[in-house]
């Protein structure tokens, strides 16, 4: 017998349909979700700026160490945010290599 979940009406449902799942939410995953204008969802979501964006071009861009520090400046780094981290790890991962860390 399969198991069942009392849906709070009395009728009881088998955990195998797949009714009883909470469903995927058509929003971008929570770290690419950050403050900005909202673009238009009526569940919450909000659209990364511009210049988050920008960043993310130049990010995905660059192709050797020296290209990724002129864009990871001090000066840049107060407007990332967290897909902007994690492009810039990503690209860090990418652009070094085993012999620039010894």
Request: aromatic letters at 6%; a positive charge; charged letters at 15%.
């Amino acid at each position: 017998c399969a198991p069942r979940a009392e849906t709070g009406n009395g009728v009881q449902k088998s955990f195998y349909h797949q009714s009883h799942w909470s469903k995927a939410k058509a929003v971008p995953p929570p770290i690419f979700a950050s403050n900005g204008a909202p673009n238009g969802a009526t569940n919450g979501a909000q659209r990364r700026s511009d210049a988050a964006l920008q960043l993310d071009r130049q990010l995905r861009g660059v192709e050797t160490v020296s290209a990724l520090m002129s864009v990871v400046t001090p000066s840049a780094l107060p407007h990332f945010d967290v897909g902007n981290v994690v492009l810039a790890f990503t690209a860090a991962a990418r652009v070094v290599e085993e012999r620039t860390l010894s």
